[in-house]
């Protein structure tokens, strides 16, 4: 009977999904589950729902056990097979809100934030400490299993659980699998989707499609670009960033156009501020998503509580197709953020890139990509000196390499001064408080 423990199981929806996801896989449906979280309230809606979901789906097979609290971690993780972590430090309140407001200040505007710029460096830094918490548990009760992070800033995270911990590490995004799809059909390429072909390689949420084909081996890439460029001339749409990508770079990426927007210094520019609506660019999208899901969740919460009739159908979360391959060794691929180590040959060995892997019972085993085209690996970069950075002011501590990090973030430095830049990462971390004790 496997063991899969989740970190963060407050974050319901998503817990749901995974979880659910688990109780729908034949391999997967008796399994010790335990929910880990520090918000007694959360946690034990939570344990509500899922249980409500085993009632349903699954014949109350799975034994459902929750844990409040870093006094009761490690025994939510004893004898673990795979840990789930989708935690957020901080959370919306106050954190999210302070790395959105303080760099207005500034003139430093941002879309999302939790990926590079300089709210993916803070939500790094003080998510971080954490993870150290979590690997130091994680190797004193289950050594062997498997760490499934999903938390963003995805590459900062799981790379410094690679680099610096001895837990078996992937991470994993929701955008590679369906990346394609959602480009095929929004150039009105339905036809082209069953039994197509593709190969996805770089970094988290800027992972490149490098290659698509169709059934027949016909390379789709010239239809592609001679649609996306007559889109982006003829009307507004939602990704109007990543067409100009394609444009600019001849390429498409994984993540989408509200992110890709602030990961380089192209679009959000205060200076041009014409920018913003020429490319449907929009500003605060994250504090906004957030405010509508805390308000959806209260009504979806009482909608369940009230009647307990919740069910699941299995989701295209990588998270429960990797424990069914880890748990039967039939082979599954994903794309998942692993450690470089020359798998994408011309990106440094110690990034975490976003590469094709097999999975099976003996773990996850990355597939070597290759060299990317040189101009996709020299934006890619942007971001990876950034993340890198980051990671070493997380495990040095030093207030010097938090500025260093913001200096080589490709929006931040963009837009400000590098007095600026440290003014404003000062102004941070003495309003993250406690949350960032360990960098003052």
């Known amino acids: 009977m496997p063991k899969i423990t989740f970190m963060g199981a407050g974050s319901t929806v998503f817990a749901r999904n995974v979880l659910g996801d688990c109780m729908c896989t034949p391999s997967l449906r008796d399994s010790e589950i335990a929910l880990y979280d520090i918000d007694p309230k959360r946690l034990d809606e939570s344990e509500i729902i899922l249980s409500a979901i085993n009632k349903n789906t699954n014949e109350n097979r799975a034994v459902i056990r929750t844990y409040l609290g870093a006094e009761n971690r490690r025994d939510a993780l004893r004898s673990a097979d795979f840990v789930v972590n989708a935690i957020q430090v901080g959370l919306y309140e106050p954190c999210t809100i302070t790395d959105f407001e303080i760099p207005k200040k500034y003139g430093l505007r941002q879309t999302i934030g939790d990926t590079l710029g300089i709210g993916g460096i803070m939500r790094a830094l003080r998510t971080i400490p954490v993870l150290r918490d979590f690997a130091e548990d994680m190797e004193a009760v289950c050594p062997n299993a498997l ?47 069953d039994g197509r072909k593709e190969l996805i390689a770089g970094i988290n949420h800027m992972a490149w499609l490098l290659e698509i084909y169709d059934k027949d081996g016909n390379d789709l890439y010239p239809e592609i670009r001679k649609r996306a460029a007559e889109k982006n001339r003829t009307e507004k749409h939602s990704d109007m960033v990543r067409f100009e990508y394609i444009r600019r770079l001849g390429y498409y990426c994984t993540e989408s156009s509200e992110h890709n927007a602030e990961y380089n210094p192209w679009f959000i520019k205060s200076r041009s501020p014409e920018l913003i609506d020429r490319y449907n660019i929009p500003l ?73 892997c097999l999975i099976d019972n003996m773990g ?73 004790k360990d960098y003052r």
Not at 298 to 326: C, F, P, Q
Not at 368 to 397: D, F, K, S, W
Not at 413 to 431: F, N
């Open 364 to 436: 996850v085993h990355p597939c070597r990509a290759g060299r990317l085209p040189v101009q996709l690996a020299a934006l890619n970069m942007t971001n990876i000196n950034t993340q890198l950075m980051t990671i070493e002011a997380a495990v040095t501590r030093k207030k010097e390499n938090i500025y260093q990090a913001a200096m080589l973030d490709p929006h931040t430095a963009a837009e400000l001064s590098l007095d600026e830049i440290v003014a404003l990462c000062d102004d941070l971390i003495e309003a993250h408080g406690d949350y960032m």
């Open 147 to 193: 760490f499934l992070n999903y938390t963003n800033p995805m590459s900062m995270l799981s790379g410094y659980m690679q680099r610096y911990t001895n837990v078996k590490t992937v991470g994993l995004c929701h955008s590679v699998q369906v990346c394609s799809e959602y480009l095929l059909k929004s150039l009105g390429m339905e036809y082209a989707l």
């Open 284 to 356: 605060d999208e994250y504090p906004r998503r957030c405010v509508s899901q805390i308000e959806g969740w209260e009504k979806e919460k009482n909608d369940i509580l009230n009647n307990g009739l919740v069910t699941h159908v299995r989701s295209h979360e990588y998270a429960s197709y990797i424990m069914e391959a880890v748990v039967t060794g039939v082979p599954y691929k994903i794309g998942g953020n692993v450690l470089n180590d020359g798998l994408i040959s011309n990106l440094p060995a110690d990034a975490c890139v976003e590469v094709p």
